[in-house]
């Protein structure tokens, strides 16, 4: 179960990737050349399901390791109930009123895609089980409310931005095997494997055998793997930021570790944090812009500051 440990400074990286179908060509080599503020130049998004940060460490013993050996936040919340708004925050800083809903809308959103894009950085999104390139239908164990990008206007709108870019885990393994994963990746294992359907074992079980592998990668030495719950099963939020103070308006309290060379050995960090915490330091590890909701620096600042 151990992760190889990487020889590198022990620092705080509480932060921190796209395939292709056949025949479309995504741009690997952008012609503007950024300039990130770390060593990190890959934040990969791992999104499970549907349990609160106590059960979580209890029962997922592969969980519970990352935390204690990479960077843990255990003040960590979602934003509300059920999934698809948590989805929706993670990737675009607002719920677009989804909070109590996970039924299938499009919306003229910004989102980080569109940011990425601004910077001529890769990105893609990755969907175990899905059947094709940019499915909107729920063929199980594929679930339409856990691929946020489908969500989003700019993107579904467009066949060809779609189709390269909402992939699945077959387009995933091509890049790792080609070592060429995106700036930016959002995983997002199937109903059984996220522990959905299953439990918290499973989902911590699942999760070893994906991530172990990809530790031991070259690429590794400039990724960070961000793995955080969609929601729990309570209704604690993490009410004010800057005072710290706790409300029973969220998605509940969360579990979020972060897996890179620069967090090995950090532990508990008990800044309050939520899914808009997970995208603003993401966009300032990458460079990227805010998309002017929710993830805004003033209320849920970039957490760089132990780097």
């Keep these: 179960m151990v992760l190889p440990q990487v020889a590198v400074v022990f620092a705080l990286l509480l932060v921190a990737a796209v395939g292709h179908p056949t025949g479309v060509a995504v741009d690997r080599n952008p012609s503007v050349v950024p300039l990130f503020p770390t060593t990190i130049s890959h934040a990969v998004v791992i999104v499970l399901e549907n349990s609160e940060a106590a059960n979580t460490l209890a029962k997922g013993p592969f969980l519970d390791y990352l935390a204690t050996h990479y960077a843990y936040a255990s003040q960590d919340y979602a934003v509300c109930h059920p999934s698809a708004p948590n989805y929706l925050a993670l990737t675009s800083g607002a719920t677009f009123s989804q909070c109590g809903t996970d039924t299938y809308h499009v919306f003229a959103a910004t989102n980080i895609a569109d940011e990425l894009e601004a910077k001529s950085l890769t990105w893609g999104t990755f969907q175990e089980s899905m059947l094709l390139p940019c499915d909107i239908v729920s063929t199980y164990p594929y ?16 066949t060809t931005r779609c189709d390269s870019h909402v992939l699945n885990f077959k387009a995933w393994n ?29 989902a911590s079980n699942w999760l070893h055998g994906f ?17 955080v719950y969609d929601e729990g099963t309570s209704n604690l939020g993490a009410g004010n930021s800057a005072t710290g103070t706790t409300n029973t308006t969220g998605g509940g309290h969360i579990y979020f570790s972060v897996v890179s060379p620069l967090s090995v050995g950090v532990g508990n960090i008990t800044n309050r944090t939520t899914h808009y915490s997970i995208l603003t330091t993401i966009e300032w590890l990458l460079g990227i812009s805010s998309t002017g909701h929710h993830d805004k620096a003033s209320l849920w600042p970039p957490l760089k500051s132990a780097l």
């Design 143 to 158: 679930a339409v409310k856990h691929d946020p990008f489908v969500f989003y206007k700019d993107i579904v709108s467009n």
């Design 211 to 227: 991530l172990t592998p990809l530790v031991n990668k070259t690429w590794f030495a400039h990724t960070a793997f961000f793995i």
């Design 174 to 202: 091509s890049d790792v095997n080609k070592s060429a994963i995106p700036n930016y990746a959002f995983i997002t294992p199937n109903l059984k494997d996220d522990g959905h359907d299953t439990n918290v074992s499973y």
